[in-house]
Structure formats: structure tokens, C-alpha cells
């Protein structure tokens, strides 16, 4: 087992160090706030004073972070130097890749394995330890990172070298944003064409149109498997954070002169619906409401 330095207990952090001290590890953590401490301690971790407290004798450091100047600021300043020179680093954050890839080299010319290595999956998996990690970094770090993080994870995979797991990330996001946009669409349509939705459902999920916005993450309340939908767009992946991700994607694209005419328009219409309307707290499915505002659930 390992001392475990975990830095950030939100909503995704919380669950993962949770996972890490099921497993048997000696998980030490950190945050900034009193409340994610005070769970984090109920659920099997003890809690350290500070960043530099929680890594100062750790074998391994997993951090997540909101955003890459977080990820800069507690790399540079807690942890590189901080840190024993033999811990493997994960950053779980999901950021731009270009700080990913300069935090990793910073790590390396220090002495330090690091990879990047954000998740996919939401809250419910990160409770229940079947995230899906993607890891960018050295062969090397990879083989020291991927027995840890495959306790917090049902996939854990190797993208490639340093950023390539940001990479990942923000192209699955990218294709998920747009996605769900293209799926509510098809269910506002549905509706006013006078289909029942449960039978377009079937039909749909059955047929070419078939997707995971569809069959495992329906935004209809009443349709298919629960959802956050079914708890009024409640407890899932916070539309601010498709924001952020599809923003990051469109900064990405710009770096390599991608053309992303799909991304770009799923950004500007979470922008809309997360700041323009006030749901950047609801989940991203509840787009919808936007889409066709004279929704309402189905009959039960």
C-alpha cells in the first residue's frame, strides 16, 4: 500500500480519494475547503494543513484541480521540490494541454515521473470507481501511475506522451458537447412532429442515430435509464464544466489550425444556456430546456 498525497475533494476528488483509501491506501488530503476535509476524513483519509504538508513524504501525489493556473500554482509552488523526488505524479485536472505538457517538463527536469491524467465518467463514477483515465506521459510513468489510478478507474489508458491525455479529453468532450446538443434537438423536434417520445426513444436507440447522449444519458425525464433529466437536470456533469471543456477545445483547435465548426457552435450555445440563462449549475443535458422552452415531461 502507499502514502498518497490528494489535492482537491470536489465533487470528482472526493469520491476518487475515497476510492484510493477503500483500497487500503494511506491517503493524506488537501483542500481548501473545511467541508471536503471533514468528508474526506469520514471516508477514510486523514487531513493535512497544507499542499506542501500532504506531499512531504508521499509515494504518490494525485491532484484535481479546476483549471490549469491551479494546476501551475500547486505544482510550482507545493509540490516539485516539495515532494519526495521518487513520488509519481498525477494530474487528473482537466486543463489546456499546453500546461499540462509544461508542468510535466517542469516535473521532469526536477527529477519527478509525471502524467497527465484526466477522467471521463462524472461524479457517479468517480463515487463508484469506474472512471475512464486517460494518460498522457512516459511509457515509464505510465507503468507507475496506471496501478493506482486503475483502483479509482474501470479503463486506464495510455494516449501518449505528455498532454496527450488533455488531448483526449477535451476531443471526447468536444463530440459529447455537440452530441447531446444534436440529440436534443432530435427530441424538441420529435415532440412537436407529435411522436410519443418513449416509442422515438426506442426506435432511436435502436437505429442509426443511436448514441451515448441517447441510450445512456437520455435528456428526456421518463425516458430510457435514469438520468439527471429524471431529477430535474440535478447531480450530473454541470454545464459550466461543458463550457469550460468546449472552450478549452476551441483553444486547442486554434493552436493547430483545426477546423471545428460542430465544436464551435456546441460553445456558443452552452455559453448561452450556462451564462446568458443562468444554467451553468444545472447538468449539460438540460440544454434542452433551452432548445425547445415549452418542454415538459412526458406523461408517466
Not at 476528488?13 to 473545511?34: I, P, Q, T, W, Y
Not at 488533455?166 to 415532440?191: D, H, P, S, Y
Not at 447522449?213 to 438520468?227: F, H, I, Q, R
Not at 460542430?262 to 434542452?288: N, Q, V, W
Request: charged share 20%; aromatic share 6%.
Amino acid at each position: 500500500m502507499a502514502r498518497i498525497a490528494f489535492i482537491g475533494l470536489g465533487n470528482m476528488g472526493g469520491g476518487m480519494a475515497a476510492n484510493l483509501a477503500k483500497a487500503g491506501h494511506e491517503v493524506r488530503a488537501f483542500d481548501l475547503s473545511e467541508d471536503a476535509l471533514l468528508r474526506a476524513e469520514a471516508r477514510g483519509a486523514s487531513r493535512a494543513a497544507s499542499a506542501e504538508e500532504a506531499v512531504a513524504d508521499a509515494e504518490a501525489v494525485v491532484t484535481m484541480l479546476p483549471a490549469g493556473k491551479h494546476v501551475r500554482q500547486v505544482y510550482e509552488t507545493s509540490v516539485i521540490g516539495k515532494a519526495p523526488a521518487s513520488a509519481i505524479l498525477m494530474d487528473c485536472s482537466t486543463i489546456d494541454v499546453a500546461t499540462a505538457r509544461d508542468e510535466i517538463g517542469k516535473a521532469g527536469a526536477a527529477g519527478y515521473a509525471m502524467v497527465d491524467a484526466p477522467v471521463s465518467g462524472g461524479i457517479a463514477a468517480a463515487e463508484g470507481g469506474t472512471l475512464t483515465f486517460m494518460v498522457g506521459g512516459s511509457e515509464e510513468a505510465f507503468a507507475r501511475a496506471e496501478p493506482l489510478l486503475a483502483q479509482m478507474g474501470k479503463a486506464v489508458i495510455h494516449a501518449g506522451a505528455a498532454g496527450s491525455g488533455q488531448a483526449a479529453k477535451i476531443c471526447n468532450n468536444m463530440l459529447l458537447g455537440a452530441t447531446m446538443v444534436a440529440t436534443c434537438e432530435a427530441f424538441a423536434m420529435a415532440k412537436k412532429l407529435g411522436l410519443d417520445l418513449r416509442t422515438f426513444y426506442d426506435i432511436s436507440s435502436k437505429a442509426s442515430g443511436q448514441s451515448w447522449s441517447m441510450t445512456s444519458y437520455c435528456p428526456v425525464p421518463g425516458v430510457g435509464p435514469e438520468t439527471p433529466a429524471d431529477r430535474d437536470y440535478e447531480g450530473g456533469f454541470a454545464a459550466a464544466l461543458m463550457l469550460k471543456d468546449l472552450r478549452l477545445a476551441l483553444e486547442a483547435a486554434q493552436s493547430v489550425d483545426a477546423y471545428t465548426p460542430m465544436g464551435a457552435e456546441a460553445e456558443a450555445l452552452y455559453a448561452r444556456f450556462a451564462e446568458a440563462l443562468g444554467g451553468g449549475h444545472k447538468d449539460f443535458s438540460g440544454i434542452i430546456r433551452m432548445i425547445d422552452d415549452s418542454w415538459t415531461p412526458p406523461a408517466a
